[in-house]
């Protein structure tokens, strides 16, 4: 069993594209409209299995945009990812130690949507 998709709630979906493609640097897999009114987008974080959806027209669509909170992007090195996001015009807050070495910085999407980098120290070579 694998997790493939997290849909996101936003307002805008070309706002929520330009964000997750141009500044984080997903790639778009899907960006499509199959009927009137109903728009699905899909995109995939640089090394992830599993992809990031928005849209319109669908129940899957729903929920409050800017609710959803935490999803991590786990990163290797998280001086390097926070430079590379902040250099896209990403506003990427402090990185700060949440204990056993482990390194965070948190983020917005355009609706408020928040995500986390995240560097886990025993996360690097094979095991990441």
């Known amino acids: 069993m694998k997790l493939e998709l997290v849909p996101l709630p936003v307002t805008d979906v070309d706002a ?3 964000f997750y493609a141009d500044g ?7 960006d499509v409209t199959p009927a009137p009114g109903v728009r699905v987008v899909q ?10 959806g928005f849209g319109t027209g669908l129940p899957v669509h729903g929920g409050t945009p800017g609710s959803v909170r935490g999803l991590h992007l ?14 896209r015009g990403v506003d990427v807050g402090e990185v700060t130690d949440a204990g056993g070495g482990v390194l965070c910085a948190g983020l917005q999407d355009p609706d408020g949507n928040s995500l ?3 560097q886990m120290p025993w996360r690097t070579g094979d095991t990441f």
């Not at 984080?24 to 897999?29: I, N």
């Open 43 to 52: 995109v995939t974080p640089p090394g992830s299995a599993c992809s990031i």
């Open 24 to 30: 984080l640097g997903c790639s778009v897999d899907v």
């Open 116 to 118: 986390v980098l995240q």
């Open 74 to 87: 786990v990163v290797a090195d998280i001086a390097a990812a926070r430079a590379e996001l902040a250099g």
């Open 16 to 18: 929520a594209k330009a």
